[in-house]
Nanobody, 120 residues
Framework: QVQLVESGGGLVQPGGSLRLSCAAS????????MNWYRQAPGKERELVAA????????NYADSMKGRFTISRDNAKNTVYLQMNSLKPEDTAVYYC?????????????WGQGTQVTVSS
């Protein structure tokens, strides 16, 4: 069965850093674009970052540029999100999402999410 399992969330002070991981299984990881989304209470889910199936290209939401970095290790079937200079506005549940590279309109697969809380 398909599984996406996020980890690495937690409580961090403003200006701090966290590194999220998403371990994938049950599908051909190297054929999938990997995305990180987040959702705060009462708000819409939003795309945070995306990386192509080979890791050759990345994209970020404007508010994340220069602070967040997405990467992947296809040998380990894992995608990462390095988050630096965190702000209280970054507080949300962060979700891992996998979409086949040729099916950008598909919802793909989703993980269970990991909580990130940025607070003093």
């Amino acid at each position: 069965q398909v599984q996406l399992v996020e980890s690495g969330g937690g409580l961090v002070q403003p200006g701090g850093s966290l590194r999220l991981s998403c371990a994938a299984s049950g599908f051909t990881f190297s054929s999938y674009v990997m995305n990180w989304y987040r959702q705060a209470p009462g708000k819409e889910r939003e795309l945070v970052a995306a990386i192509t199936s080979t890791g050759g290209s990345t994209n970020y939401a404007d508010s994340m540029k220069g602070r967040f970095t997405i990467s992947r290790d296809n040998a380990k079937n894992t995608v990462y999100l390095q988050m630096n200079s965190l702000k209280p506005e970054d507080t949300a549940v962060y979700y891992c999402n996998a979409v086949h590279w040729a099916m950008h309109g598909s919802p793909g697969y989703w993980g269970q999410g990991t909580q990130v809380t940025v607070s003093s």
